[in-house]
């Protein structure tokens, strides 16, 4: 039990009460917010075999040359290897040539890949101009090396898929790597 003095004004009043009259620890409404909870943080594990999807560089294009920026449509691949749809909610990658910075992007449109599918993503990414003239003088100075042909260039690139599982939703990072052939 407990006393309580209230005053309003000119008039003071002494209240005594039990704390555990007032406080019920479960009452029906209570348990059934704990089991629905309880429900809800099972069903989180039930994708815990969840398979990070594979993203590849499938084809890149010129869009656009401006003064002091390049657009390209870069198509990325984005295979699903798990039992269930991904939904991808966004996109955002780096592009890498030659071990310089090239162009980055983002994606933003909301895209499904079926169980075991794979889908085409694009992506525009975009690219200073000066930075490319740097990577393009670059290259021709290591050109101009002795037994150094140039027959093709490297490529590396990162970044990170958001996707949706229906229940979870994550973002991924990825990474793909390979040569662009300039025969």
Excluded: W
């Excluded at 993503?121 to 002795?146: C, F, H, R, T």
Aim: hydrophobic share 40%.
């Amino acid at each position: 039990m407990s006393d309580v003095l209230i005053s309003r004004g000119n008039q003071k009043k002494l209240y005594t009460y039990t704390i555990m009259k007032k406080l019920p620890f479960f009452r029906p409404i209570q348990l059934l917010c704990l089991s629905v909870l309880f429900l809800l943080s099972g069903c989180a594990g039930l994708n815990s075999s969840f398979e990070t999807p594979k993203v590849t560089l499938a084809d890149i294009n010129v869009r656009e040359i401006k003064t002091l920026e390049t657009s390209f449509l870069v198509q990325l691949r984005v295979m699903n290897p798990n039992d269930f749809p991904l939904e991808i909610k966004g996109l955002s990658c780096d592009l890498e040539v030659d071990g310089r910075q090239f162009a980055s992007g983002l994606q933003g449109n909301v895209q499904a890949i079926e169980p075991y599918g794979s889908a085409l993503v694009p992506v525009e990414v975009y690219a200073s101009v000066l930075d490319m003239v740097n990577s393009v003088i670059g290259l021709i100075q290591s050109a101009n090396k002795p037994n150094a042909p140039m027959e093709s260039l490297t490529y590396r690139l990162v970044g990170k898929v958001h996707v949706s599982t229906g229940t979870l939703t994550r973002n991924v990072p990825f990474e793909s790597e390979g040569e662009l052939n300039l025969k």
